[in-house]
């Protein structure tokens, strides 16, 4: 696609409940990334995929907190048992290589909120 | 670990003026690279301008350009003739250059507003 997509772009949940957020990186984009962004902050780095493999999950802060790339190009985030804490914006970004230098591109997001 | 600082929580300018955001960033690595992120109400973050710490040449991208002073650890951007477009906020942006830098450290931001 022309863009990284997210999807739902808004979530409500209760606090208990399972949710899971959607990205789209640009097509062949090796590297996956999501962050969470709390109200008023900069985002804050979650996990980072190349291709399918997970290489660094340093960022989720607690077991809730799952992310999968299967395939190698769509990724879901999945949260469970959701808290309000959880309540901020994710975002997804991609780059096309795996290294350092690359631009990443950003998703719009998706807003959760945990009631 | 390395953390990014921006002092400006809220910075305003007049339309075709010229405005400049604080950014300074503590890190022990010598090499890495910095960046300024723009993110307007939308919420999708556009890259504005990237640097490489070896490069000591300013990066600049038409009315965007920055001040990088390695030894201060300092990155600043300047915007020239401001436009009512570039409101939004500004995040500015570090990322190793390690093996296993590949994720950002975000400052916490800079709203900026644009007054006609």
């Known amino acids: 696609g022309a863009g990284v997509s997210q999807s739902p772009r808004y979530k409500v949940a209760k606090r208990g409940q399972d949710v899971a957020l959607r990205c789209d990186p640009i097509s062949g984009h090796v590297s996956l990334f999501w962050y969470q962004q709390a109200l008023g902050q900069g985002p804050e780095f979650l996990t980072y995929?190349?291709?399918?493999?997970?290489?660094?999950k340093s960022g989720l802060p607690s077991d809730r907190f799952f992310a999968e790339r299967p395939e190698g190009s769509v990724s879901t985030l999945k949260i469970q048992r959701t808290q309000q804490e959880d309540s901020a914006v994710y975002l997804c970004?991609?780059?096309?290589?795996?290294?350092?230098?690359?631009?990443?591109?950003f998703g719009p997001g998706t807003r959760l909120t945990v009631l | 670990a390395q953390t990014v600082t921006q002092s400006q929580p809220e910075m305003s300018v007049q339309e075709a003026e010229t405005v400049t955001l604080s950014c300074t960033y503590d890190?022990?690595?010598?090499?890495?690279?910095l960046f300024w992120y723009k993110q307007p109400p939308s919420r999708q973050m556009i890259l504005v301008i990237r640097q490489e710490a070896y490069k000591q040449q300013n990066a600049t991208e038409n009315r965007f350009s920055v001040n990088f002073q390695k030894a201060a650890k300092s990155f600043s951007l300047k915007i020239s003739d401001s436009q009512l477009g570039d409101a939004a906020m500004y995040f500015c942006?570090?990322?190793?250059?390690?093996?296993?830098?590949?994720?950002?450290?975000f400052g916490p931001g800079t709203r900026l507003s644009v007054l006609p």
């Open positions: 942006a570090y990322r190793s250059a390690d093996n296993y830098g590949q994720n950002f450290v």
């Open positions: 970004a991609s780059s096309l290589l795996g290294w350092r230098a690359d631009t990443q591109y």
């Open positions: 995929f190349q291709n399918e493999a997970q290489l660094d």
């Open positions: 890190t022990s690595e010598s090499d890495y690279y």
